[in-house]
């Protein structure tokens, strides 16, 4: 690397790169305590695989400045595979998600994130601010008035403060702030200690012990290909709305082999498969956050947190990331999406709807966007089938046909309906010079009018397919073919 691109990727702003950094790892130790709780495995598992992901991702990822560590939507998908064969099955699953992971980033398949609407992004991030939001409830109900005040004094600070001085992120200030208070008073209230025990020793390497054989692979695979999946397709997501956030492009691609060989490292080192997450990658954006160095702060300084400095992190009053949290959720929420929902198309509206109300429902951020996805497409396609046109015309005894517009499977009905069969004519000219033939299904559709036509005693000619579309017609078409009248009759 040459001092020059060394500059560029991780000098260029240390100062907000490291600050930023403070404040999301220590925003992390909880989350990671809390995700490891849920996939049902120690602590230390997820907190390792928040560490070795972002130290990882600093360097081979393709998104500066965004943030991978153990996750809520990963750890969901692991809970079976931990309850039924143990922490080192989840390792090696972890291992075969990072492989596959690098496989599609080596296959290029980050470029399908073009195919994400923008109607599926604000749903994805509308969702995910709500679910962070719900996520902090728990620590609000049946708890002492001190939290409540402690909470509101943290929101207090993080809005407050940038009103006098922007030289330190607010929320780094709130964390310190409210720790303090609450040591010095000896609060009863809930503190990052009381989630579970913080790891005292470094990660070391762990070969995972089971045996490498056909029911190993039978065993973790279809967990490690959901969640190979549902980790880049997080990561995918966060890292547009990150590019969005900076406005600055990233390599997807090279973020799908980041992911995987952050993967692979954490699996070494006893972690829990992990990716991108989108409320500490917003943390790190409004905290001044930009480059690599970021993310590799993050990481490090989480470990030597919970490692060398575990007594004074178990003191964080559980209040204060909350408040950290509801800012985070609060700033990730789209809010002009709500003002644009009479005035965007209803397909629009629809599909940022259905993407949210699927992933609260399910808490699965994958399906949310899936059902977008979908929702997206069947409306693009409907769209674009309502586009083709049929003009019809008598020219000199030949009755002619122009079709103009896209055929394919979802407009060959209003392709073969505009075409009047029993009409006594000796000839046929069906002109495409305007059109585009697209698939069989297409294909299909002109054998059947070319074939209905000449079942009445007409002759056919087809005129102006281009290239392509006269390479798919020559490939599949029958209507030149013999017998073919016979095979439409029957």
Known sequence: MTASSLRQTWLFNVRGDVLAGLVVALALIPEAIAFSIIAGVDPQVGLYASFSMAVVIAFAGGRPGMISAATGAMALVMVTLVRDHGLQYLLVATLLTGVLQMLAGALRLGTLMRFVSRSVVTGFVNALAILIFLAQLPELTNVPWTVYAMTAGGLAIIYGLPYLTRAVPSPLVTIVVLTAISMALDLDIRAVGDMGALPSTLPVFLWPQVPLNLETLSIVLPYAATLAVVGLLESMMTAAIVDELTDTPSNKNRECVGQGVANVATGLLGGMAGCAMIGQSVINVKSGGRGRLSTLVAGVFLLVLVVFLGPWVKEIPMAALVAVMIMVSLGTFNWSSIARLRSNPPSSSIVMLATVLVTLFTHDLARG??????????????????????????????????????????????????????????????????????????????????????????????????????????????????????????
């Open 369 to 490: 966007v899936l059902t977008g996805v979908l929702l997206s497409a069947l409306f693009f396609a409907s769209k674009v089938s309502r586009v083709l046109r049929v003009d019809s015309q008598m020219d000199q005894g030949v009755r002619v046909y122009r079709v103009v517009g896209q055929v394919f499977f979802a407009s060959t009905q209003r392709f073969l309906a505009t075409f009047d069969f029993r009409e006594a004519v000796s000839a046929v000219c069906i002109d495409v010079s305007a059109a585009h033939f697209w698939d069989v299904s297409a294909v299909a559709a002109l054998d059947q009018a070319v074939l209905k036509f000449r079942r009445e005693g007409a002759s056919v000619e087809v005129l102006g397919l281009n290239a392509a579309s006269a390479t798919l017609v020559d490939r599949f078409a029958l209507h030149d073919k013999p017998g073919a009248i016979e095979n439409l009759m029957h």
